[in-house]
């Protein structure tokens, strides 16, 4: 074989592999959450995250990317699999706790998406019970925090579950909400420009004089304000009803 074509064969290869050990490290939820992890993977070459545990064990492992590098305990077991996390018992045993493709987002509290954002990684080496290994990665929000980095002592480990801290500036949302405030802000700009352009072209060709007449869709838009008042006198008078009707349960209440 020629040897351009192996040496094309195995740089195509080196590419692929190259791809197939990252993933997307941006997430939006739902409700408009948006999550960046990306300034905290790795690039290859790099030594890899690392933590510990109150027993010892050590943690190695990347962010929305496999480990650079298989620790040396695993090699020896002939565990030189392509993982994002691994464990080194205290014994000197070599486990990995997930695949790269088994990776999901979570918020760590659903009702406070501020509070943070969990990385899973699922389908790890199988624990004696059968069960396979699975890792979260908990990025609390801490805008003070910096890059921050994992908290050596709080990594847990409960019945093949594994559980890493992290306090970071990217465990807050990079933005938030449901996009209410952009929209109402697009709807500003366009009534603005249909105003303004309106006006313009009111004064210019129908020679209405520069003020409230020379408004485009005048009658238009009374009638809008009317029934925009209408309705706020209706609330008004509903929630004065209401006010009324809890004062004078509360007076016969505490009268009694």
Not at 214 to 228: A, D, I, Q, R, T
Request: charged content about 20%.
């Amino acid at each position: 074989m020629p040897s351009w074509i192996l040496l094309t064969a195995v740089l195509l290869l080196e590419s692929q592999s190259a791809l197939a050990d990252i993933a997307e490290c941006t997430h939006t939820f739902p409700d408009g959450n948006k999550f960046d992890l990306s300034p905290l993977r790795r690039p290859r070459g790099v030594r890899d995250w690392y933590a510990d545990d109150r027993n010892g064990n050590m943690y190695y492992f990347n962010v929305c990317g496999d480990a650079n590098q298989v620790p040396e305990a695993c090699v020896s077991m002939q565990k030189a699999v392509r993982s994002p996390v691994f464990q080194v018992s205290n014994d000197n045993n070599c486990f990995w706790l997930g695949k790269l493709k088994g990776m999901d987002w979570e918020l760590i509290d659903d009702s406070e998406p501020a509070a943070g954002i969990e990385l899973y990684y699922f389908d790890g080496e199988r624990c004696q019970s059968g069960r396979s290994r699975d890792v979260r990665i908990q990025f609390f929000c801490d805008p003070d925090a910096g890059v921050g980095k994992p908290l050596d002592f709080f990594v847990l480990e409960e019945d093949c579950h594994f559980s890493i801290t992290w306090p970071s500036k990217y465990g807050c949302p990079v933005s938030s909400g449901s996009f209410t405030s952009s929209w109402f802000t697009v709807f500003l700009i366009l009534f603005t420009v249909y105003t303004v352009a309106g006006c313009a072209y009111n004064v210019k060709y129908r020679g209405t004089q520069i003020g409230i007449e020379s408004m485009p869709n005048l009658n238009f838009w009374k009638e809008v304000l009317s029934g925009l008042y209408n309705m706020l006198i209706l609330v008004k008078n509903k929630v004065g009803q209401m006010i009324g009707r809890k004062s004078s349960e509360y007076q016969r209440f505490g009268g009694h």
